[in-house]
């Protein structure tokens, strides 16, 4: 495989500083929270990762999007690189939230209208996975995970706006909570550059890792073209 470009090079080291940094503006900068106590910095992890989430799986329905009108195969390796990071957070999301959610709800998971709709974005793009491992014909491959990767999007906004529609017990961090929320909180102005910077170091963990992805994916395809050639000899 190719060197590593210096541009990314530059990219991760930035992408490391921000990260630090981060780690000390949530458990340092940031201020204890009356209530909830130290669990409440989990906050600040689970909001970035669900964001990032969701940015990973515009990314593959804008990328899959692409690929149908111009069918070249970079952007289905767009695609598909953004779907397993945004799966990766996903689970980080839903994993901190059961932290979170132990001692404020006193259980690990209870069947609220948000949870439940991200836990079926989830499986929607964990089912995108399997459907493109199912399939070995390349250009019938890129086709349907394009098409399934558009579909699939719709579950990214009745995620996000489960709790604004629904009854729910589960906090708004924009706006006015359910009256039933139950771990909402008021935040402070250093609370608040806590929850951005981190929102915004995970926007560049999330580039970085998709840069490092996409080079796999050219490094695999390389060498599945290379076998295929040896094969027809």
Same mark, same amino acid.
């Given at each position: 495989? @190719?060197?590593?470009?210096?541009?990314?090079?530059?990219?991760?080291?930035?992408?490391?500083?921000?990260?630090?940094?981060? !780690?000390?503006?949530?458990?340092? *900068?940031?201020?204890?929270?009356?209530?909830?106590?130290?669990?409440?910095?989990?906050?600040?992890?689970?909001?970035?990762?669900?964001?990032?989430?969701?940015?990973?799986?515009?990314?593959?329905?804008?990328?899959?999007?692409?690929?149908?009108?111009?069918?070249? &195969?970079?952007?289905?390796?767009?695609?598909?690189?953004?779907?397993?990071?945004?799966?990766?957070?996903?689970? #980080?999301?839903?994993?901190?939230?059961?932290?979170?959610?132990? &001692?404020?709800?006193?259980?690990?998971?209870?069947?609220?209208?948000?949870?439940?709709?991200?836990?079926?974005?989830? !499986?929607?793009?964990?089912?995108? !996975?399997?459907?493109?491992?199912?399939?070995?014909?390349?250009?019938?491959?890129?086709?349907?995970?394009?098409?399934?990767?558009?579909?699939?999007?719709?579950?990214? &906004?009745?995620? $996000?706006?489960?709790?604004?529609? $629904? %009854?729910?017990?589960?906090?708004?961090?924009?706006?006015?909570?359910?009256?039933?929320? @139950?771990?909402? $909180?008021?935040?402070?102005?250093?609370?608040?550059?806590?929850?951005?910077?981190?929102?915004?170091?995970?926007?560049?963990?999330?580039?970085?890792?998709?840069? *490092? %992805? #996409?080079?796999?994916?050219?490094?695999? @395809?390389?060498?599945?073209?290379?076998?295929?050639?040896?094969?027809? !000899?």
């Amino acid at each position: 495989m @190719e060197p590593v470009p210096r541009n990314l090079k530059i990219l991760t080291g930035i992408t490391i500083v921000l990260f630090l940094t981060a !780690l000390y503006m949530v458990f340092i *900068y940031a201020p204890r929270e009356a209530i909830m106590g130290d669990v409440q910095r989990v906050f600040y992890f689970h909001v970035a990762a669900g964001w990032v989430g969701a940015l990973a799986f515009l990314v593959t329905a804008i990328a899959g999007g692409v690929y149908l009108a111009k069918r070249e &195969p970079k952007w289905d390796r767009l695609a598909e690189s953004s779907v397993e990071i945004g799966v990766v957070f996903t689970i #980080i999301n839903i994993s901190s939230g059961s932290i979170w959610a132990r &001692p404020i709800w006193n259980t690990w998971w209870t069947w609220d209208p948000r949870l439940v709709t991200a836990t079926i974005m989830l !499986l929607l793009y964990f089912a995108y !996975l399997m459907l493109r491992q199912g399939i070995e014909d390349p250009d019938r491959r890129a086709r349907f995970g394009s098409v399934y990767g558009i579909a699939a999007f719709i579950s990214v &906004p009745v995620t $996000f706006l489960s709790i604004r529609l $629904f %009854r729910t017990i589960h906090p708004v961090v924009i706006g006015s909570s359910d009256p039933a929320a @139950e771990g909402a $909180f008021d935040m402070t102005a250093r609370m608040v550059q806590a929850l951005m910077f981190s929102v915004l170091t995970f926007t560049f963990v999330y580039a970085t890792l998709l840069r *490092y %992805r #996409i080079r796999l994916g050219r490094g695999t @395809e390389e060498v599945e073209k290379r076998k295929m050639e040896l094969i027809s !000899l």
